[in-house]
């Protein structure tokens, strides 16, 4: 269940807002579109190489095995990055959202409430974790497949006021949005390529689970299969929700605005309070809040992992490898959760504003990480073939590569690129706009540029790439799968 709500967050309740706003229904549709082939090609790159080496520290180490230390140096601490600036995007989320019910209380009150929870969660240890992160997850499934079906209802008119919307808005105010009213073409990419920077951070994540392939029951069976499952949950997920949202909410609705006062939050909020239908808001909010409590916790849990993770690999202070008798990296986690405190911006600023913020320096830095994940493969694949193996000698190979870890790469440096290209167009430019989308981009070779000077070290040669260290114990760990008792295991076991 953990596995297929790991795909739903803010990025989509939320986030979609601002998309929808800048890039118009079919906009924002083509952007998750774009967005999730290139995600796709990142999970079955990194697929081909963690089912065949699911060791921990996922890509982090096969980066020092198959590039070279610097290059796992830059893209670890680039991950570290992207869950710690994620931490106080959610929070920042989470006062949006509650905003909608108490707009006149400041948003540290609800910062404060949402961060002590993500704490509390952390802090308690791996199992209330794993338990509380099971009830969310449970939560996000039903909640996103529950609006999407209530969507199409009430776009074919089965709402209280029975109104039947088809593809209205779609002809009225127009599939596409004029971006700062610029017109023509160039008006249209630039509200086309805002919302794909949305949808890179709704998709930002999904590579996570190589990080969790070590601690995976029998990984060289199960993770290509979770990994053969993954289009299934962005065509449900993501793109069946974006086209739902794209059909109920008008581009124009002020109400998308999630930096102004008076946003409604969530486009499913927006939609179902335009049919008239009253107390559902509230019940949808509520979901939408476990949401961004949930996605607060994994944020905290994840990169205060990482950290320790760094510091057991010497690439950041030793004083980060202090665990309480239980191992919990509490010196990590409480590291991280001081960068949270910058969700407290929000107090001077709209809490939605924030958010747009975090989020840009969040996908910019989740992009880089998929740049650096397809790098890896193709180091990877160059020297499995070059020390005479087959690549259908893998656990799982997919017959998109090599063009799939191309076309990952290529993909990912042009959304980099365009990513807040407006600030360059005459009398728009912005310092926040520039600062939160093109940091992390920067930030990345000026590490690996710093790491190669520091460690001294030279690339991998493919004829020297370790491909047998712990294949032993892999291999050992490896069984055939449980066969279903009944049809509803079955059914279970498919979804999972």
């Known amino acids: 269940m953990i596995s297929i709500a790991g795909v739903i967050g803010t990025g989509l309740f939320l986030g979609t807002a601002s998309a929808l706003m800048n890039g118009g229904p079919l906009g924002l549709l083509l952007a998750y579109i774009f967005v999730g082939s290139i995600s796709y090609c990142v999970m079955i790159t990194i697929g081909e190489m963690i089912s065949y080496l699911p060791i921990a520290g996922g890509h982090i180490k096969l980066a020092e095995r198959f590039v070279d230390p610097a290059f796992s140096f830059a893209l670890g601490w680039n991950l570290w990055y992207n869950w710690t600036v994620t931490l106080p995007?959610?929070?920042?989320?989470?006062?949006?959202?509650?905003?909608?019910?108490?707009?006149?209380?400041?948003?540290?009150?609800?910062i404060t409430m949402c961060l002590v929870v993500a704490i509390g969660i952390n802090m308690s240890g791996v199992g209330v974790y794993g338990e509380t992160e099971f009830m969310f997850a449970s939560i996000k499934v039903v909640t996103i497949v529950g609006l999407i079906i209530f969507g199409i209802i009430l776009d074919?008119?089965?709402?209280?006021?029975?109104?039947?919307?088809?593809?209205?808005?779609?002809?009225?105010?127009?599939?596409?949005?004029?971006?700062?009213?610029?017109?023509?073409?160039?008006?249209?990419?630039?509200?086309?390529?805002?919302?794909?920077?949305?949808?890179?951070?709704?998709?930002?994540g999904l590579e996570v689970v190589a990080m969790a392939a070590a601690e995976s029951k029998n990984p060289r069976k199960n993770l290509p299969k979770a990994i053969r499952r993954v289009y299934i949950r962005i065509l449900l997920f993501y793109i069946g929700g974006v086209f739902v949202i794209g059909l109920l909410v008008p581009s124009n609705n002020p109400l998308l605005n999630v930096n102004s006062d008076n946003a409604s939050a969530s486009p499913f909020v927006i939609a179902i309070n335009q049919a008239g239908i009253k107390g559902l808001p509230s019940v949808i909010n509520a979901a939408l809040l476990t949401s961004a409590w949930s996605a607060a916790s994994s944020n905290l849990y994840i990169s205060s992992r990482g950290l320790h993770g760094l510091a057991a690999s010497g690439n950041a202070p030793k004083v980060f490898l202090r665990t309480s008798r239980s191992g919990l990296p509490y010196v990590a986690v409480a590291m991280c959760a001081s960068f949270s405190l910058l969700a407290y911006m929000a107090v001077n600023t709209s809490s939605g504003m924030v958010f747009t913020w975090f989020s840009s320096m969040c996908a910019t830095a989740g992009l880089t990480t998929w740049f650096g994940i397809s790098v890896?493969?193709?180091?990877?694949?160059?020297?499995?073939?070059?020390?005479?193996?087959?690549?259908?000698?893998?656990?799982?190979?997919?017959?998109?590569?090599?063009?799939?870890?191309?076309?990952a790469i290529g993909a990912s440096l042009v959304t980099l690129l365009f990513?807040?290209?407006?600030?360059?167009?005459?009398?728009?430019?912005?310092?926040?706009?520039?600062?939160?989308?093109?940091?992390?981009?920067?930030?990345?070779?000026?590490?690996?540029?710093?790491?190669?000077?520091?460690?001294?070290?030279?690339?991998?040669?493919?004829?020297?790439?370790?491909?047998?260290?712990?294949?032993?114990?892999?291999?050992?760990?490896?069984?055939?799968?449980?066969?279903?008792?009944?049809?509803?295991?079955?059914?279970?076991?498919?979804?999972?």
């Open 376 to 407: 890896i493969y193709l180091r990877f694949r160059k020297g499995f073939l070059a020390q005479g193996h087959k690549m259908s000698d893998l656990p799982y190979s997919s017959r998109f590569q090599p063009f799939a870890a191309w076309w």
């Open 156 to 204: 074919l008119g089965g709402g209280p006021n029975h109104d039947r919307i088809g593809f209205r808005y779609w002809k009225d105010p127009g599939p596409f949005v004029q971006f700062y009213g610029i017109s023509g073409m160039t008006g249209r990419f630039l509200g086309w390529s805002r919302a794909v920077t949305q949808a890179a951070f709704a998709y930002s």
């Open 419 to 496: 990513s807040a290209w407006e600030v360059f167009l005459r009398d728009n430019w912005s310092t926040a706009t520039f600062m939160t989308n093109y940091l992390p981009m920067m930030l990345f070779p000026i590490l690996y540029v710093g790491a190669k000077i520091w460690k001294r070290v030279p690339i991998v040669k493919p004829n020297e790439m370790d491909f047998h260290s712990g294949i032993a114990e892999i291999e050992a760990m490896t069984h055939a799968d449980v066969l279903p008792r009944n049809i509803v295991e079955a059914i279970w076991m498919k979804l999972t």
């Open 89 to 110: 995007a959610e929070l920042s989320a989470a006062a949006t959202i509650i905003n909608f019910w108490h707009p006149g209380v400041n948003n540290a009150v609800w």
